[in-house]
């Protein structure tokens, strides 16, 4: 389900966004969800819970983290629209348990975004694999969710408040710790459902990337990846690797907006973009994107099981997905 902090992942939706591989964490990190985890635990009601990480969110977003009297108008201001997307993703959780998790996925998919399109559906494998993600923002999990449809989709995360205030959805997940003998477990657990058939998701880079139809560097983000799926692939030889690119969750209309340059980074302006985004789809019931999804060739057995001639075969995939936007209609998973 990597390098970041603990609400990095600004604007995601819901336990959409929030699901990423996180392979090197920072004690900054740890601290951060260690202070969130403590501040919500007199917290009992869901709704309360998920509101208050929404507004943390918005917060960072604006970068007003260290700013108390603006953070407080802006919690008061958007406290509803927090609140709103709160419910949406209390009523996902319900449904996950209820429909499975693809189904669930394509509920919320229809609430936020035009049109979910794949291209290359057959060349996703009957038996075992383990796909592998860019990791754009917004809606992309939820969007693979609805691509990949494998009812026992399992998805490498980090153990966060958030997720763990969705427990329908933590049954998908296999938590990343921070501890040795953690991460020795997550292995085990990872290689152990790829043999018995199932299939997994995880986010390499650890962090939200550019969007390849709308921001460079796609292609460049590719060095951030971590080569541990060597470690899975090793215990599990006969599981295929899917690359997988997810393109189109960002509105170019946000992601150009002037009132991006009061940020001074480009990772700013990226993050506030995405907050705004969010909030027109919640306050304006605005549909503002079709969500593109690319399947790969999948890499079967190699001669070799070494983890950098699997990780290079990997990212040659990746940066063809990138350098070729599909063409025609593809097909529709919603």
């Not at 690119?245 to 990226?270: D, M, P, Q, S």
Request: one cysteine or more.
């Amino acid at each position: 389900m990597g390098n970041v902090a603990c609400h990095r992942h600004t604007a995601q939706l819901a336990a959409l966004g929030y699901l990423s591989l996180h392979g090197r964490i920072r004690t900054q990190t740890k601290n951060l969800c260690s202070g969130k985890k403590q501040e919500l635990a007199g917290v009992d009601n869901q709704l309360d819970i998920l509101t208050s990480i929404n507004l943390d969110d918005l917060v960072s977003a604006f970068g007003w983290q260290d700013r108390p009297l603006l953070a407080r108008v802006l919690r008061r201001i958007f406290f509803k629209p927090a609140q709103t997307l709160a419910s949406h993703v209390i009523e996902f959780d319900n449904a996950v348990a209820s429909l499975g998790l693809a189904d669930a996925s394509r509920l919320i998919c229809k609430r936020f975004v035009k049109d979910v399109r794949v291209f290359g559906l057959d060349l996703i494998p009957d038996s075992a694999f383990l796909a592998l993600s860019n990791h754009p923002g917004m809606t992309d999990t939820v969007s693979l969710f609805c691509a990949l449809n494998r009812p026992m989709l399992k998805i490498i995360a980090l153990d966060r408040p958030f997720l763990v205030a969705l427990p329908n959805t933590s049954r998908q997940l296999f938590y990343v710790k921070d501890d040795p003998s953690s991460r020795m477990t997550l292995v085990r657990q990872v290689s152990g459902h790829l043999r018995s058939g199932g299939a997994a998701l995880t986010f390499p880079a650890g962090e939200i990337e550019p969007d390849p139809s709308v921001y460079s560097g796609a292609s460049e983000s590719l060095q951030a990846w971590t080569d541990s799926v060597g470690v899975f692939i090793r215990m599990a030889p006969e599981t295929a690797i899917l690359p997988v690119l997810v393109r189109g969750v960002i509105w170019k209309k946000t992601a150009h907006h002037f009132i991006l340059w009061i940020k001074k980074t480009k990772e700013e302006r990226e993050k506030l973009a995405a907050a705004i985004q969010l909030l027109a789809m919640i306050l304006f019931n605005v549909k503002p994107v079709s969500v593109t999804v690319q399947i790969g060739n999948p890499i079967k057995r190699l001669e070799t099981n070494n983890p950098k001639q699997i990780h290079e075969a990997v990212l040659a995939e990746m940066k063809r997905l990138i350098g070729n936007p599909p063409t025609g209609e593809g097909m529709s998973v919603l």
